[in-house]
């Protein structure tokens, strides 16, 4: 069984202390996510869900718990060797793109591999070939000023997936879109997973996209309350 995960949270716990006392985000989470799946986690704002997330991808460190991906505890990596697990097993897509403005698309999605430590020659050649995936490789030169919501969050999907990780993680990728934008954007997601062999964890409001994977989560109050096969 331990081969066939991706991930695995073990009693997963995060708390914040506030002027008013200390506030429990996420209390005991146990997750098994088997590679390939597809998981969307719903529930309402403030529940935990982006917490979770930021948590799985190694964005954000738990009060106590434990989380590994491929089998790698992740919290027993430090520093650079942390960036380094998230920068090579994790892609990243937020619902505001969080892309850099001042850089064209070709160079937002160059980014991660120049990171990892890429000369920027065969780091441009895998930026634009993934551009190319995802339907914008007519825009590598333009900034994100001048590109749609739609193209923005294409081009946020080829960074996170330009350094080829097992393990994409997306909060919120439609939440910002109008209704044929989303829909353009859960079909190049369920294709780069196909094409892929990808894990998904998709933190959504979108019902029809929660319930087009394979199992929903459903976060309350920072419990795990419910976890259904779509």
């Given at each position: ?25 996420l209390r005991g989470i146990d997750l098994l ?89 065969p780091a441009s050649e895998k930026a634009a ?102």
């Amino acid at each position: 069984m331990t081969d066939q995960l991706m991930v695995e949270v073990r009693q997963l716990c995060k708390s914040f202390q506030a002027p008013g006392g200390q506030i429990d985000v996420l209390r005991g989470i146990d997750l098994l996510i088997k590679k390939n799946e597809r998981v969307a986690v719903v529930g309402t704002s403030g529940a935990g869900k982006t917490t979770l997330m930021h948590i799985l991808g190694g964005l954000d460190s738990p009060t106590s718990g434990e989380v590994r991906v491929e089998g790698e505890n992740l919290f027993s990596l430090r520093g650079n060797a942390l960036d380094a697990f998230r920068n090579r097993t994790v892609g990243f897509v937020f619902q505001f793109h969080q892309l850099l403005p001042e850089f064209t698309a070709l160079e937002n999605v160059m980014m991660p591999r120049l990171i990892a430590g890429e000369k920027r020659g065969p780091a441009s050649e895998k930026a634009a070939a993934v551009l190319s995936e995802v339907g914008l490789g007519h825009r590598l030169k333009h900034k994100p000023g001048a590109l749609s919501g739609g193209e923005q969050q294409r081009v946020a999907i080829a960074r996170a997936l330009v350094n080829e990780p097992q393990l994409l993680l997306a909060d919120e990728p439609t939440g910002n879109l109008d209704t044929g934008t989303s829909d353009e954007i859960v079909s190049l997601l369920n294709r780069m997973h196909d094409s892929r062999g990808l894990t998904m964890v998709i933190v959504t409001h979108n019902i029809p996209l929660a319930a087009g994977l394979d199992r929903t989560l459903k976060i309350e109050d920072g419990v795990l309350a419910g976890d259904v096969l779509n």
